[in-house]
């Protein structure tokens, strides 16, 4: 038995992974113990849990693996600031300090850390550093179910590379082509994320939410002036309109003028039509650069398989428009495509490529549904739950999904806690919130009432596989919820959607524009989830009975949490949650909460218990 840990830490996400002799075993992200979203600290719970759930000690590791190398980082850090000197002087020093005490001299700070899991004979000889891109890519391909594949990875920047094409075979990757920072796409649509007044590294996804209700009316000034884009895809950015390279913010005064507004305080400032066309049109260029970079690679290195990582994979609009396109035969997702899975990809690059370990590749994949976290057992919610006083009512499999799906279909938003939590940022069955999606009120509901966030965010539909060309454009399996699709003409209500064109903004949400109006965004798109019984059986099971009694195979699958926190955890998080919002009804493993038999003494101020993202 070799066992292999891998640690991605100190940007944002970090996260734990562990394989056994090359197989998934266990994933997770720090944020869902210490409830900070995006927590970049060391991931001490994460590499806890992952070791607990395997059994072994922290000496029992054949190796430790770190995502990235961080001198290659230092040296990118003092070549930037010296390419771009005096500018950025400010956070020159600011940033040193930090550099010169804990990363570059990581693997010492490192070291410290994980002794306190327990000692390691020789510890140093067993720890290695991966390269940031080559763990995105190994977290995509070797996962995957191809024997070979291209490759692309795009995020805001590792050492150095922001955006490379790499080839899988067999058991080795090797990288092809690559960008340097300071030009990246990830960079570039981050600018955007904070020029339209959301948080950097978490808001890009509102970003995307918000772009079908704009036009794309600045697509030719951003490639006029901000990004001069090849045929094959590449890009260089003009660094006269950012401030990312040294400074403490995305963009500056020359890229306000060239817009002719100031980047939007939230706080003070509503978003307007301005900022949902800023939004159309950046997105807008990230897809079409995608799609350059798609088809250059694809004619240059004549590969049918695609796998995609990074930060940029997560936007599964741009994943969608690949496979409108065409442009493969197969595409494949990492789940956590964010620097969280190159935890997950050093440990697999570690035992396939430097130690020549031949892969077993599955017929789906080998992420076994990304529900790679922890579990909790009846006793201990049962414990749990009369330690705080709750009221429940405990059922067998059958009578729990039968209830679940009866209290759905009558217009009930219920949290869903059942089995291992899911790794990567979506939540997948596991730790959901789950609605009818025919219900007309159900977004505005489950968006301001019970996650208490922005009126615009769009919601996933989760479809029976074997249903979901009947109601979606789209003949593939997307069981990470990473691909976007038109839903089908017959589903959608025409004399709606007519309407749509006299309406501004977020008017538009009023429209009931399909029979299932909860899942239905702006541009009559939505992102798909796929269930079968193979990636989760007892998800599945509540679909179907759900689609038994209304004819309709979908739910509603939102993450079980509020605006500004990690998804539930542990039981504890999920009964708290529930507490803090509007839900009606928890389902906890077998065990069934109706909010109002509950000890009103027992309700939280929730809202307010996390920063808003």
Known sequence: MKPILG?????????AALIIDGKIIAAA?????????????????????????????????????????????????IETYLAFSPRGFNSFIKSMPIWLKEKLFQKKFLIEKIKKHGQVKDLGSKLFFSEHHLSHAASAFFPSPYKDALIITADGVGEWATTTIAIGKENNIKIVKEINFPHSLGLLYSAFTYYTGFKVNSGEYKLMGLAPYGKPKYKELILKHLIDVKEDGSFLLNQDYFNYATGLTMTNDKFNKLFGQKERDPKNEK???????????????????ILKICRFAKNKYKLENLCLAGGVALNCVANGKILQNNIFKNIWIQPAAG??????????????????????????????????????????????????????????EKDIIEKTSLEISNGKAVGWFQGRSEFGPRA???????????????????????????????????????????????????????????????????????????????????????????????????????????????????????????????????????????????PE???????????????????????????????QNYKSSFELD
């Open 428 to 570: 997948l069955g596991n730790r959901s919130i789950l609605a009818d999606p025919r219900d007309a009120k159900m977004q505005k509901l489950l968006n301001l009432k019970i996650k208490f966030r922005e009126s615009f965010r769009p919601f996933a539909p989760a479809i029976i596989e074997e249903e979901v060309n009947k109601w979606f454009n789209i003949n593939v399996k997307s069981p990470y919820m990473l691909l976007v699709a038109e839903i089908k003409e017959e589903i959608k209500n025409l004399n709606n959607i007519s309407q749509k064109e006299k309406l501004n903004g977020f008017e538009k949400i009023k429209l009931d524009l399909s029979k299932i109006p909860a899942v239905t965004h702006v541009d009559c798109s939505a992102r798909i989830q796929t269930v079968n019984e193979n990636n989760n059986k007892k998800f599945y099971k509540l679909i179907n009975e759900f689609n038994k009694k209304t004819g309709c195979p979908i739910l509603v699958n939102t993450s079980f949490n509020i605006r500004g926190e990690p998804i539930v955890n542990t």
């Open 573 to 603: 998080d999920a009964f708290n949650c529930f507490m803090g919002n509007n839900l009606d009804i928890l389902v906890i493993e077998n065990f069934f909460l109706i909010k109002e038999k509950q000890n009103k003494l027992l309700k």
């Open 29 to 77: 992200q720090e944020e869902r113990f210490t409830r900070i979203k995006h927590d970049s600290s060391y991931p001490f719970n994460a590499i806890n849990f992952v070791l607990e759930f395997s059994g072994l000690k922290i000496k029992d590791l054949e190796s430790i693996v770190f995502f990235e190398k961080p001198f290659l980082k230092f040296e990118r850090l």
């Open 339 to 396: 620097d969280a899975g190159c935890a997950l990809g050093a440990a697999l690059a570690y035992w396939h490529i430097d130690k020549k370990e031949p892969r077993e590749i599955e017929k789906e994949d080998s992420m076994q549904g990304s529900l790679l976290g922890p579990k909790y057992s009846n006793s201990f919610i049962k414990n749990y739950l009369d330690k705080v006083g709750a009221k429940y009512e405990e059922f067998d």
């Open 7 to 15: 640690i991605s830490a100190f940007y944002h996400d970090s996260a």
């Open 271 to 289: 978003i307007t039509a301005f900022h949902m066309d800023i939004a159309a049109s950046i997105q807008k260029v990230t897809e079409e650069i």
